[in-house]
C-alpha cells in the first residue's frame, strides 16, 4: 500500500529553527508537496520539489531525497503565525496525491 | 476576490437525510476535486473532474456524486448521510494537467455532522 508518514506533533520556540521530516512509500513519484493549514481553515500550498535537493523560499525551504523516500520542512526564524498543521503529499504514479495526515507545529513564545 | 466558495459552511442534518455540498470556482480551472479530512488521517480524495463534462471516483467515493455540468461549478451529494460521513469537506481545484507543480487552490471548507 501507498503510505506517507510524518511526526503527528512537535513543539518549537518563537525565533527558532524546526525541521519537520516525511517519509513515503509510493506507486511511482511524481513530485512532493507541502502545504500549511490553520486550525479550522483550508490547506494552502508552500513547496514543490520534484528534483533530489533544497528549495528555498523565503523563511521557508524544503528538501528531497528521492532515494531514501525522504522530505523535510525546514522553517527558519519561527513566528508564533507558524504555529499550524504542515502537510506532505506525494504525487504517484497515476498523478494522484497522497496525503500524510499532517504535522501540528505548537510555537511557544 | 479570486478563488473557490463552498457553502454551507456547516451543516448539521439527520442520517438518511440528502444533502449537496455546493462548490464553485472562479479561476477557470480545469481540475476540481472533493476531499474529506477527519481527525488523524490524511485528506482523502472522493471525486475529481478534469474538465468540464467528465468525472472519476477517487479513494473514498461510496455514498457520494458528483456532477461537473460546467467549468465553475462542482456540487457533491450524499444521497443518504450516515454517521460515518461526518466530517469537513474540501473542495479543491487546479490547473490540471501532469506538468509542473499543479497546485491545488482549497476552498474554506463544509463542515457536515450526521446524527
Known sequence: GQNIDQPT?????????????CTYQTSGFNGLFWYQQHAGEAPTFLSY????????????????????GYSYLLLK??????SASYLCAVRDSNYQLIWGAGTKLIIKP | IAGITQAPTSQILAAGRRMTLRCTQ??????MYWYRQDL????RLIHYSNTAGTTGKGEVPD????????TDDFPLTLASAVPSQTSVYFCAS???????????TF???????VL
Request: proline fraction near 0%.
Open chain 2, 26 to 31: 472562479d479561476m477557470r480551472h480545469n481540475a
Open chain 1, 49 to 68: 520539489n520534484v528534483l533530489d535537493g533544497l528549495e528555498e523560499k523565503g523563511r521557508f525551504s524544503s528538501f528531497l531525497s528521492r532515494s531514501k
Open chain 1, 77 to 82: 526564524e519561527l513566528q508564533m503565525k507558524d
Open chain 2, 63 to 70: 455514498g457520494y456524486s458528483v456532477s461537473r455540468a460546467n
Open chain 2, 40 to 43: 488523524g488521517l490524511g485528506l
Open chain 1, 9 to 21: 506533533e512537535m513543539t518549537a520556540t518563537e525565533g527558532a529553527i524546526v525541521q519537520i521530516n
Open chain 2, 94 to 104: 487546479s490547473d490540471s494537467g501532469h506538468s509542473g507543480a499543479n497546485v491545488l
Open chain 2, 107 to 113: 476552498g474554506a471548507g463544509s463542515r457536515l455532522t
